[in-house]
């Protein structure tokens, strides 16, 4: 048996940056991973953080080598029928973005998590959760063949879209909405150099394309394809053909290509279960909500719930209550149904979703007035670099 003050299960993005803060703050915790270190490691997902994702982690006491290698972006591109429009991000509302790779933060926190000598079990299996309308909530999980438990005050599920916590909470006390997108993304990663130094959002009859980057020699490029499509359906050779023929001239005609060395297929949905606490447990990030990656809010939502929730456990362990505990679940849900609607629009204004010209052209129209009204550009450059925290 283990005992500790917070119980984490899920070794992501989520769990490994609310573990450092709290020890940071001199609050114990567990954190129970299905798969191995590696495994967690390499997965490639998000790219792009918010400047509030950036402050948290340097409050994790892993912002050196964000600071170093990051990459800043003050703007970034749209293009549509065959034209380039810029969004000042920085110019627009004083903030910008930062390119650094999850597997690069999913590194940082681990490594900070082991020098702190901070218990992350990996590779542990058939993790159930009891008790979380007690005061002693209990975690039992097999880890190499032998059944042990966790017992805590209080069981945090970072354990994705996939886990388990969210399902073992009673189904009449949760809430869930759904959106399945008709499409999906096929994600290329490769060693060629970017096509450009920001990231190009391109709607495009054939269908959306995104030029995105991990590093000057590292590309992050992403095609709209059909769920039902393989990878093994796309050779390199046809997509970097698909991709130039998505993007502008100007930028088609100076794309390096190369060797993919990753290759896979993400289908596209939003999702919500409220609320976000039941008893002593509380869903973070992906385990409670999901957005389709256009506009790159899931890691940056992820982080922004863990904000609230580090919060609210330093307070109630000095001793100053729990009304901010009490307030997890609305205010986490107050960001997370802007950052849903932001990339529902984003999605919805970028993609083809039909043969129909008419929806085609309502984009394009669209896309004209956020170029040509600053008061449109202001929006949406709010909510990309991510909107303030209240
Ligand atoms: P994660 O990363 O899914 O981690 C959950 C962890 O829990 C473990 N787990 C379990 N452990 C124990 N017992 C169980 N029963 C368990 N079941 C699961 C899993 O193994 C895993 O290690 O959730 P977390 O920490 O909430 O982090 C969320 C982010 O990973 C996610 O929101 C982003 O990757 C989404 N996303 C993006 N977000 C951004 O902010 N910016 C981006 O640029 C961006 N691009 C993307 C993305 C997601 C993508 N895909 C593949 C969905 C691009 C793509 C293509
Ligand atoms: C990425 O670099 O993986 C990325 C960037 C922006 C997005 C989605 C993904 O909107």
Same mark, same amino acid.
């Given at each position: 048996?283990?005992?500790?003050?917070?119980?984490?299960?899920?070794?992501?993005?989520?769990?490994?940056?609310?573990s450092?803060?709290?020890? /940071?703050?001199?609050i114990?915790?567990?954190?129970?991973?299905?798969?191995? @270190?590696d495994?967690?490691?390499?997965?490639?997902?998000?790219?792009?953080?918010?400047r509030?994702?950036?402050?948290?982690?340097?409050?994790?006491?892993?912002?050196? @080598?964000?600071n170093?290698?990051?990459?800043?972006?003050? #703007?970034?591109?749209?293009?549509?029928?065959? /034209?380039?429009? +810029?969004?000042?991000?920085?110019?627009?509302?004083? $903030?910008?973005?930062t390119?650094?790779?999850?597997?690069?933060?999913?590194?940082?926190?681990?490594d900070?998590?082991?020098?702190?000598?901070?218990?992350?079990?990996?590779?542990?299996?058939?993790?159930?959760?009891n008790?979380?309308?007690?005061?002693?909530?209990?975690?039992?999980?097999?880890?190499?063949?032998?059944?042990?438990?966790?017992?805590?005050?209080?069981?945090?599920?970072?354990?994705?879209?996939?886990?388990?916590?969210?399902?073992?909470? *009673?189904?009449?006390?949760?809430?869930? $909405?759904?959106?399945?997108?008709p499409?999906?993304?096929?994600?290329?990663?490769?060693d060629?150099?970017?096509?450009?130094?920001?990231?190009?959002?391109? !709607?495009?009859s @054939?269908?959306f394309?995104?030029?995105?980057?991990?590093? /000057?020699?590292?590309s992050?490029?992403?095609?709209?394809?059909?769920?039902?499509?393989?990878?093994?359906?796309?050779s390199?050779?046809?997509?970097?053909?698909e991709? /130039?023929? +998505?993007?502008?001239?100007?930028?088609?005609?100076?794309m390096?290509?190369?060797?993919?060395?990753?290759?896979?297929?993400?289908?596209?949905?939003?999702f919500?279960?409220?609320?976000?606490?039941?008893?002593?447990?509380?869903?973070?990030g992906?385990?409670? $909500?999901?957005?389709?990656?256009?506009?790159?809010?899931?890691?940056?939502?992820?982080?922004?719930?863990?904000?609230?929730?580090?919060? #609210?456990?330093?307070?109630?362990? +000095?001793?100053?209550?729990?009304?901010?505990?009490?307030?997890?679940?609305?205010r986490?849900?107050?960001?997370?149904?802007k950052?849903?609607?932001?990339?529902?629009?984003?999605?919805?204004l970028?993609? +083809?979703?039909?043969?129909? *010209?008419?929806? $085609?052209?309502?984009?394009?129209?669209?896309?004209?007035?956020?170029?040509?009204?600053?008061?449109?550009? @202001?929006?949406?450059?709010? !909510?990309?670099?991510?909107?303030?925290?209240?």
């Amino acid at each position: 048996m283990i005992r500790t003050q917070v119980a984490i299960i899920g070794a992501g993005p989520s769990g490994l940056l609310l573990s450092q803060l709290l020890h /940071r703050n001199g609050i114990d915790s567990v954190v129970l991973e299905r798969r191995s @270190r590696d495994y967690v490691e390499g997965r490639i997902r998000a790219g792009l953080l918010e400047r509030g994702t950036v402050e948290l982690l340097e409050a994790a006491g892993v912002g050196e @080598r964000l600071n170093r290698e990051g990459l800043v972006h003050d #703007g970034v591109e749209l293009a549509f029928s065959g /034209r380039i429009h +810029r969004v000042d991000l920085k110019a627009l509302c004083g $903030h910008a973005m930062t390119v650094y790779g999850q597997t690069e933060i999913t590194k940082d926190l681990g490594d900070a998590r082991v020098a702190a000598g901070g218990t992350v079990l990996y590779e542990v299996d058939d993790v159930t959760v009891n008790g979380i309308d007690s005061a002693r909530p209990r975690i039992a999980f097999s880890s190499l063949g032998i059944r042990d438990e966790v017992e805590c005050d209080f069981v945090v599920g970072c354990d994705g879209f996939h886990g388990v916590t969210r399902r073992s909470v *009673p189904a009449a006390t949760i809430t869930t $909405h759904e959106r399945v997108y008709p499409f999906a993304w096929l994600g290329v990663l490769a060693d060629v150099p970017p096509v450009a130094d920001e990231l190009i959002y391109a !709607n495009h009859s @054939r269908g959306f394309a995104l030029c995105s980057m991990r590093s /000057r020699t590292r590309s992050r490029y992403y095609l709209q394809c059909t769920p039902a499509d393989r990878v093994e359906d796309w050779s390199d050779e046809r997509f970097w053909d698909e991709l /130039r023929s +998505r993007l502008p001239e100007a930028h088609a005609i100076r794309m390096q290509t190369g060797p993919s060395i990753e290759k896979s297929i993400a289908p596209l949905r939003s999702f919500v279960a409220e609320p976000m606490r039941f008893g002593r447990l509380f869903l973070v990030g992906d385990a409670a $909500h999901i957005v389709p990656p256009t506009g790159a809010k899931g890691l940056n939502l992820a982080a922004a719930d863990v904000r609230v929730l580090y919060q #609210g456990l330093i307070e109630f362990y +000095r001793g100053r209550g729990d009304r901010l505990l009490d307030e997890y679940s609305s205010r986490a849900l107050a960001r997370v149904w802007k950052a849903t609607r932001f990339s529902w629009w984003f999605t919805t204004l970028m993609h +083809r979703f039909s043969d129909e *010209p008419f929806a $085609h052209k309502l984009q394009l129209a669209e896309l004209e007035y956020l170029a040509e009204s600053p008061a449109a550009s @202001r929006a949406f450059a709010e !909510n990309y670099v991510g909107l303030d925290f209240t």
